[in-house]
């Protein structure tokens, strides 16, 4: 009679070793700057500025490095199956977020949190440790996170620019489809004031599909704001987004080709006084100073490119300087 074999024997053959590494999945292989390549194809052909060009007496250029390092973290954050949410609160639709303990006041006398993040438009950030008491910080609407888990009444998050996880209330939180990655990506910069569109062909491989001037928000309370710097998803899409006199309720004019990425911060063209007026295509001060509420300003034509171009929830638009 044959000797039975251990089953320990079984469990270490060398077929079932070698169908484990099968199903083993290949380790993610992170990216850097140098990893990125950029090739120029453009989508859109008008007001082209190159990688450096002339700006009154000095010069102005496209800060490859700084946005290439910026795709490699896109590319980075991606490499494994993750389900996106995105915070939602704009003009506080979904509530205005509670007051944390250890506020303060900014320039427009509005509730801030350690970061500088205000609290209007804002989500709460509780911590999971203990209980839920206030919370401890804001997240800006439009932030991108991750879902840790799931609770009754919460999600525990992790953003992806905001250091630890957070438990942040349902009513804050929009779930995008398991198939969502973001493949076009709208960058901004304030110092410079261009703006350029890349879309990823392959991993580590991105065309370039515009670079054009723009015009971002300036710094001018109590109505004017900064275009806050960060990576966004841009959520909103109006063909006319319609905008107020200072201080009043009062429609004064719209803005051609909006699209939405934080807060009231709008990618949109040239701002047109009066509703019924047509579309003006271009401004000589695009390209110079900040002069927008929050907004960033573009000739109308590259807004209707983006417009059509960016896919609603699965464009990041990200705002350095």
């Not at 009444?153 to 939180?173: F, S």
């Not at 995008?176 to 910069?189: A, E, N």
């Not at 709008?266 to 907004?295: A, F």
């Amino acid at each position: 009679m044959q000797d039975s074999i251990p089953a320990e024997s079984l469990e270490n053959s060398p077929n079932d070793i070698a169908i484990n590494e099968q199903k083993k999945e290949p380790e993610p292989v992170f990216l850097t700057a140098q990893d990125i390549q950029l090739r120029r194809e453009l989508l859109f052909d008008k007001y082209i500025l190159e990688d450096t060009y002339p700006y009154r007496d000095t010069v102005r250029s496209f800060q490859w490095q700084a946005i290439c390092d910026k795709l490699a973290f896109i590319e980075n954050m991606q490499q494994k199956p993750v389900q996106w949410v995105v915070f939602e609160n704009y003009k506080n639709i979904n509530g205005e977020a509670p007051t944390i303990l250890n506020y303060t006041r900014n320039e427009y006398n509005r509730i801030t949190d350690s970061l500088g993040i205000e609290r209007f438009q804002s989500v709460p950030l509780y911590s999971p440790t203990g209980d839920i008491g206030s919370p401890k910080l804001y997240g800006q609407d439009g932030t991108l996170a991750k879902i840790v888990d799931t609770e009754e009444d919460y999600y525990l998050i992790e953003p992806i620019l905001i250091e630890g996880q957070w438990l942040v209330p349902k009513n804050y939180i929009r779930e995008l489809p398991d198939s969502t990655s973001f493949q076009h990506i709208v960058v901004v910069d304030r110092i410079q004031q261009n703006i350029a569109t890349l879309e990823r062909e392959s991993p580590g491989n991105w065309l370039i599909r515009s670079t054009n001037p723009a015009t971002t928000g300036r710094f001018k309370p109590p109505y004017a704001q900064k275009t806050p710097l960060g990576i966004f998803l841009l959520q909103q899409k109006k063909r006319r987004m319609h905008y107020f006199q200072d201080g009043t309720r009062e429609i004064e004019g719209y803005a051609p080709y909006a699209s939405r990425f934080t807060n009231g911060a709008y990618i949109h063209g040239i701002p047109v006084v009066g509703v019924d007026n047509p579309i003006k295509e271009h401004s000589p001060t695009l390209g110079t100073t900040p002069r927008s509420h929050m907004c960033v300003r573009n000739n109308s034509s590259h807004a209707e490119f983006i417009y059509k171009w960016a896919p609603l929830r699965r464009t990041l638009v990200i705002v350095i300087e």
